[in-house]
């Protein structure tokens, strides 16, 4: 009880200070219903009911709408998208986007059940799991799904995709693995990137992956410090100039 009760009484504030820090930055946070898949832990104290994970897609969301509102991506690429909550956020937010999902192997069975489950409601998506390497990409589906392996082997499979997203995983990434996601960008032409990570390494392996981007012309237009709220983390938004 003790654990609960100190759990939620900090998201109860970590809601106020991300609602606090968008309203200094003059946007709006996007409230967004728990849809329950998977039975996860709610929190509840009068109106409060939601998970951790909510709250911060909710505000992942917020802060990104701007740039999704500027670009109008009809189709978009997430690289290490977790379990798809933000998938389903943007998606239950903008219709007519097509949304691509990529993560490790296990995380992507995980991420095709989640939106799968998302879907059943919604009778106009559909899910496709890319996961078999012999599997042809057709790129019909509303929503698809892919193990890092499948795209590894197929990685010139998004053509003119608008927009790239990522949160929490470039800045682990080694060198080699920014190189590979910087030419799948430059060589599908994916014309904007929207990055929520770390910009210095802390960790052995980690490399500072915004440099590199804009070595190969992925060029930085914005940065928002994001600190007060979240860690060392800032917000980066990119232009493929290639």
């Known amino acids: ?33 728990e849809n329950h898949i998977g039975n996860p832990i709610i929190y509840n104290f009068l109106f409060f009911k939601e998970t951790g994970t ?21 189709k978009i690429l997430e690289i290490g998208g977790g379990f798809g909550k933000l998938a389903s956020i943007i998606l239950s937010q903008n219709s007519d986007i097509k949304y691509n999902l990529v993560e490790l192997p296990y995380s992507s069975v995980t ?9 059943k409601n919604r009778t ?12 042809e990409f057709e790129d019909k589906k509303k929503i698809s799904v892919f193990s890092n392996n499948y795209i590894k ?8 995709y608008d927009l790239l997203i990522n949160t929490e995983s470039f800045m682990h990434m080694s060198e080699n693995e920014i190189n590979f996601y910087i ?7 994916i014309k904007f990137v929207i990055a929520l990570n770390r910009l210095k390494k802390k960790r052995e392996g980690e490399t500072e992956f ?33």
């Open 210 to 242: 915004n440099k590199i981007f804009t070595k190969n012309k992925i060029n930085l237009i914005e940065k928002i410090d994001l600190g007060d709220v979240l860690q060392d983390m800032h917000l980066t938004f990119y232009e493929n100039n290639n």
């Open 153 to 160: 082997k197929n990685e010139n499979i998004f053509k003119d």
């Open 183 to 189: 030419n799948l960008i430059k060589n599908n032409k």
């Open 1 to 33: 009880m003790r654990n609960y009760l100190s759990s939620l009484f900090f998201l109860i504030l970590h809601k106020k200070n991300l609602k606090k820090f968008l309203k200094k930055l003059k946007l709006k946070y996007y409230e967004c219903n």
């Open 124 to 135: 106009s998506e559909d899910v496709e799991f890319y996961f078999d390497l012999k599997q």
């Open 111 to 119: 991420a095709y059940y989640y939106l799968s489950e998302f879907c």
């Open 54 to 74: 909510n709250v911060t897609n909710c505000f992942y969301y917020s802060i990104f709408k701007k740039y999704l509102d500027q670009i109008k991506p009809k």
